[in-house]
């Protein structure tokens, strides 16, 4: 079985400073790890994911998440949050010999300017 | 760029009707996904769908709910007899082969009233 626990509900920053996104995972085998992104009335946007190649991923809009195996983390940042960055981010985890894909609760990011 | 698409967008039916929410995922992929969101809540499982048959289904998923993939290339969620707590946002989502990424489609709005 597979679970995923985002450890943060709502976080908030202010434009230009860093952005950490907290995950931790629960995988009986190898997983694949993904960040989702959704914004207002929109539909879910792939950020990165890690599928056993680099543990350091790099995604989209300048968002990086590193794969830590011995804490079983999967945490996504971001050096300088823009405006544009708030909308709610899932942590999702999917097991080698899966078939579904499962979903942290959400963590909703809001930037003040 | 190939997507998965989802229509309707937005669908108003009254309690105790039937209803097909319809996709048509990204064409060489194998494995299809039902998501669906409450407002304010999670992103929750209701089943995936590989080699024409369901490969996994949520507790959620009940006898009210069913899959079809009439035609080779669509992939409808059939709810037989709506409740209000039905009224949720489903998203379909296909991926390909291997430990990658899941493609989602933009999502119908269900409300039941």
């Known amino acids: 079985a597979q679970s995923v626990t985002q450890l943060d509900s709502h976080v908030s920053v202010s434009e230009g400073t860093p952005v950490l996104l907290r995950c931790n995972y629960s995988s009986s085998y190898s997983p694949s790890l993904f960040w989702y992104v959704q914004h207002p009335n929109k539909g879910l946007q792939l950020l990165l994911k890690y599928t056993s190649a680099a543990t350091l991923v790099k995604g989209i809009n300048g968002f990086e998440a590193e794969f830590k195996k011995s804490e079983t983390s999967f945490h996504l940042t971001k050096p300088s949050a823009h405006m544009s960055d708030a909308a709610e981010y899932f942590c999702?985890?999917?097991?080698?010999?899966?078939?579904?894909?499962?979903f942290g609760a959400g963590t909703t990011v809001t930037v003040r300017a | 760029e190939p997507e998965v698409t989802q229509t309707p967008s937005h669908q108003v039916t009254q309690m105790g009707q039937e209803v097909i929410l319809r996709c048509v995922p990204i064409?060489?992929?194998?494995?299809f996904y039902w998501y669906r969101q409450i407002l304010g809540q999670k992103v929750e499982f209701l089943v995936s769908f590989y080699n024409n048959e369901i490969s996994e289904k949520s507790e959620i998923f009940d006898d009210q709910f069913s899959v079809e993939r009439p035609d080779g290339s669509n992939f409808t969620l059939k709810i037989r007899s709506t409740k209000l707590e039905d009224s949720a946002m489903y998203f379909c989502a296909s991926r390909p082969a291997g430990p990658t990424e899941a493609f989602f489609g933009q999502g119908t709005r269900l409300t039941v009233v």
């Open positions: 999702v985890v999917s097991d080698r010999n899966d078939y579904k894909l499962s």
């Open positions: 064409s060489n992929h194998l494995y």
